[in-house]
């Protein structure tokens, strides 16, 4: 069945980006000049997705109002003869079917997929956190659903990481299949380095099979008190294959401070507008310590 839809949660609070976070949606921070969930959006855009269904909360109108029309800019943009800017503001509107459905409980991730049950409905989905922002040639949401399509089965993005930062994320372990896919075995939510069964790290795009949401509703919160992810995961394993795939591709964390920061730079220096004085900039920086 092929993949059209897409559930993007944007219901946390952002506390690591506090106190820019404390009026403001971080998924509406911007990163040089667009939203950070606009990188998101248009992701699972250029991947084929047709139908967006982002997960919010009561804060968050923000990001609803940006991915609306907003006729009286294009109305000024128009008298003024800017059509440049007329058009990237009204393509933002046009990326997809956007629906928006609120989170009223922060109950965790888990929780909060499961509020997209009746929108996804039987069909396979892909799954997106706004705040791993993830640049590459061929987008990464599209190499998972080439994936997903190949092994039949739910697919979870991953990449390898230091030994440093083992603890702070959940790890796969597995049978590795070759072409950078491994059929998953064991699930561990943030490991002793020790107790790790690989240093393959989840990163936040999965592809799901709708069968995910029925094990949700069966999962009893975890770690937090929360309904986990990782937990339900673990329970559909039990009964159809799981897939990790190691994407090609550059990963920005922009849900801390530092990974917004180097986010911007990197991406703002690949711009052919703003890389050159950019680069220009860096280069009078004393950088020693």
Not at 115 to 141: H, I, R, S, W, Y
């Amino acid at each position: 069945m092929r993949v059209r839809k897409a559930v993007v949660l944007a219901a946390g609070y952002g506390t690591r980006l506090l106190p820019a976070t404390k009026a403001q949606p971080k998924e509406s921070l911007p990163l040089v000049d667009k939203p950070i969930i606009q990188y998101t959006v248009e992701e699972a855009a250029a991947a084929g997705i047709t139908q967006i269904i982002i997960v919010t909360a009561a804060s968050k109108r923000a990001v609803e109002d940006h991915f609306d029309r907003s006729l009286e800019l294009e109305m000024t943009l128009r008298e003024k003869g800017d059509l440049v800017r007329l058009a990237e503001i009204q393509k933002i509107s046009d990326l997809a079917d956007i629906m928006y459905i609120r989170q009223t409980e922060q109950k965790g991730v888990g929780h909060a997929v499961l509020q997209a049950k009746n929108a996804v409905g039987d069909e396979p989905f892909v799954l997106m956190f706004p705040d791993d922002v993830l640049v590459a040639d061929v987008p990464v949401t599209k190499q998972m659903v080439d994936v997903f399509e190949a092994h039949g089965g739910s697919v979870i993005a991953v990449q390898e990481l230091p030994d440093s930062e083992v603890e702070n994320y959940g790890i796969v372990g597995g049978t590795d299949l070759g072409g950078g896919v491994v059929r998953v075995e064991t699930l561990t939510e943030k490991p002793k380095l020790e107790d790790a069964p690989s240093r393959l790290c989840i990163v936040g795009r999965y592809v799901l099979t709708p069968e995910i949401f029925d094990v949700l509703a069966r999962t009893a919160p975890g770690k937090g008190r929360e309904v986990q992810l990782t937990d339900a995961l673990a329970g559909l394993m039990a009964t159809q294959p799981v897939f990790a795939y190691q994407f090609e591709g550059r990963r920005y964390d922009t849900g801390r401070p530092l990974g917004l920061l180097t986010a911007a730079i990197e991406i703002g220096l690949r711009r052919a507008d703003i890389g050159p004085g950019l680069r220009q900039f860096l280069r009078t920086l004393p950088l020693e310590d």
